[in-house]
Nanobody, 126 residues
Framework: QVQLVESGGGLVQVGGSLRLSCAASGRTFSNYPMAWFRQAPGKEREFVGFVSRGGIDTYYADSVKGRFTISRENAKNTVYLQLNSLKPEDTAVYYC???????????????????WGQGTQVTVSS
């Protein structure tokens, strides 16, 4: 049973930073790529970033490129999302996700992911 548990969300001012964490369990973490998505009120869940199995390759949505950084620590079964230069439009529930497949091809749609965490709220105040 794959389980993903996010943490690190909170309330931050415009221009501030947060680091989100996602702890995974239930299978060999290093064999699978990871991703972050977010969902704002009244909007569909959208892709944020992807990291390959070994953490070498990353891929980002244009809206966060240069501000957010995804990384992973396989020894700790954890993936991170560093959020910098936050804007009000970054306010959302942030979810980590992974796939049944171990393929390192970046995937950016929700239907490509099989396991999801419960989410952590990020609120950016202006």
């Amino acid at each position: 049973q794959v389980q993903l548990v996010e943490s690190g969300g909170g309330l931050v001012q415009v221009g501030g930073s947060l680091r989100l964490s996602c702890a995974a369990s239930g299978r060999t973490f290093s064999n699978y790529p990871m991703a972050w998505f977010r969902q704002a009120p009244g909007k569909e869940r959208e892709f944020v970033g992807f990291v390959s199995r070994g953490g070498i390759d990353t891929y980002y949505a244009d809206s966060v490129k240069g501000r957010f950084t995804i990384s992973r620590e396989n020894a700790k079964n954890t993936v991170y999302l560093q959020l910098n230069s936050l804007k009000p439009e970054d306010t959302a529930v942030y979810y980590c996700a992974t796939r049944k497949s171990g393929s390192n091809v970046p995937k950016t749609t929700t239907r490509d992911y099989d396991y999801w965490g419960q989410g952590t709220q990020v609120t950016v105040s202006s």
